[in-house]
């Protein structure tokens, strides 16, 4: 069925709004959000600039209400993060969201995707415990060790275990544009093969907001 706007495109010749992203509009629940993670959260490798900037800039509510406590070079069993986001929780709002993007450090540490796995779900249901709505990202393709078979593993694990996480930002999907094995080289993509540019945050962003719409509508 065709929008009251779509109909009007097609009679006066408004301009039609297929294919354009906007901001959200509609009224959504106050949230109060803890971002987890690690260097890729916290930007050190594009200015201090992350998805998280790129997800308050497109969701305005979340502005001021947004703590990013990721700490570069960290892996999933930091339960620091998780005491800071706990430390973080505010009962006044409708929604807490912790949102967890680990696991390039904790391959490059040797552990295996089982491994990784349950660290992040113990991280996740402690967060839950204290009343947290759980993010989770998928890995995004990592150079500096051979981490394809670690990441699609662990991506499968995830998704093959709803039980600890609300929502998955599926950044390590292979399909995806940042996913994909060969993005790790695409220098308009990431810096190093590791860290995404500017752009490449700005292509991750989308599929965060997303999420936010989804849980906060």
């Known amino acids: 069925m065709l929008t009251r706007r779509q109909l009007l495109a097609l009679v006066v010749g408004l301009p039609p709004l297929y294919g354009r992203r906007a901001k959200p509009r509609m009224a959504f629940k106050s949230c109060n959000w803890c971002a987890l993670g690690t260097s890729i959260g916290a930007g050190n490798y594009n200015g201090g600039v992350s998805y998280v900037d790129k997800v308050v800039a497109a969701f305005p509510s979340l502005s001021g209400n947004t703590h990013n406590i990721c700490v570069p070079g960290s892996?999933?069993?930091?339960?620091?993060?998780?005491?800071?986001?706990?430390?973080?929780?505010?009962?006044?709002?409708?929604?807490n969201i912790a949102s967890l993007e680990f696991g390039p450090n904790d391959g490059l540490k040797g552990k295996s995707a089982e491994a990784f796995v349950a660290d992040l779900k113990t991280a996740c249901l402690a967060l839950r415990g204290t009343g947290?709505?759980?993010?989770?990202?998928?890995?995004?393709?990592?150079?500096?060790?051979?981490?394809?078979?670690?990441?699609?593993?662990?991506?499968?694990?995830?998704?093959?275990d709803p039980s600890f996480w609300d929502y998955l930002v599926d950044w390590g999907n292979t399909e995806t544009t940042m996913g994909g094995e060969a993005a790790k080289n695409d220098t308009l993509l990431y810096s190093d093969g590791v860290h995404p540019t500017d752009h490449g945050y700005n292509l991750m962003e989308p599929q965060l907001t997303a999420g936010f719409v989804s849980l906060l509508a």
């Open 75 to 95: 892996s999933c069993d930091d339960m620091g993060q998780v005491s800071a986001a706990q430390a973080l929780y505010d009962r006044s709002k409708d929604v």
């Open 132 to 160: 947290f709505t759980i993010m989770v990202s998928s890995m995004l393709p990592c150079a500096s060790y051979d981490s394809e078979a670690f990441r699609a593993s662990s991506r499968s694990l995830i998704l093959a």
